[in-house]
């Protein structure tokens, strides 16, 4: 509720206390994973106070929350539901949509025309799967995103 009172200098304006929130620090992660229990062990990763995480299977899920959320972290597997380029089309977008996020290149099928273009994309790390947790943590720890490893973000 905000009221304003007239006084000699102009209009007061007075905020109602409840009113007054602190600036939400939340962290935004989405996880692009064709393979449910890879994308449920990470969700789980990120699935800690002061995050917000989504996750998306398929290329158009994972499309659609690039549309209609900012991210500050993106974990995308390179090949998505037999699409071999279904990872670098999360990565083009994010590059356009969130282009402060860190983008993590999980895959499973490493080669160097796929790390070449995925750098290219904005993928910060191209990690070949199998890869340890902790080593994405450690990635999402320097930009303030908090893991089961990290849990307030800051090591």
């Given at each position: 509720?905000?009221?304003?009172?007239?006084?000699?200098?102009?209009?007061?304006?007075?905020?109602?206390?409840?009113?007054?929130?602190?600036?939400?620090?939340?962290?935004?992660?989405?996880?692009?994973?064709?393979?449910?229990?890879?994308?449920?062990?990470?969700?789980?990763?990120?699935?800690?106070?002061?995050?917000?995480?989504?996750?998306?299977?398929?290329?158009?899920?994972?499309?659609?929350?690039?549309?209609?959320?900012?991210?500050?972290?993106?974990?995308?597997?390179?090949?998505?539901?037999?699409?071999?380029?279904?990872?670098?089309?999360?990565?083009a977008l994010a590059g356009m949509l969130s282009p402060d996020a860190m983008v993590l290149v999980l895959t499973a099928y490493p080669d160097d025309s796929n790390r070449q273009a995925s750098l290219r994309l904005g993928a910060l790390h191209f990690l070949e799967k199998p890869v340890d947790l902790a080593t994405i943590a450690q990635f999402a720890a320097t930009i303030g995103v908090g893991s089961a490893f990290t849990p307030t973000g800051r090591e």
């Open positions: 509720m905000v009221c304003t009172q007239p006084t000699a200098n102009g209009p007061l304006l007075a905020v109602h206390a409840a009113m007054i929130m602190p600036l939400s620090v939340n962290k935004s992660v989405l996880i692009v994973e064709d393979e449910q229990s890879i994308r449920d062990v990470l969700v789980e990763l990120f699935e800690v106070e002061g995050n917000v995480v989504s996750s998306a299977e398929l290329l158009p899920e994972a499309l659609e929350r690039l549309r209609t959320q900012r991210f500050d972290l993106v974990v995308t597997d390179l090949r998505l539901g037999g699409k071999r380029d279904g990872g670098l089309q999360v990565m």
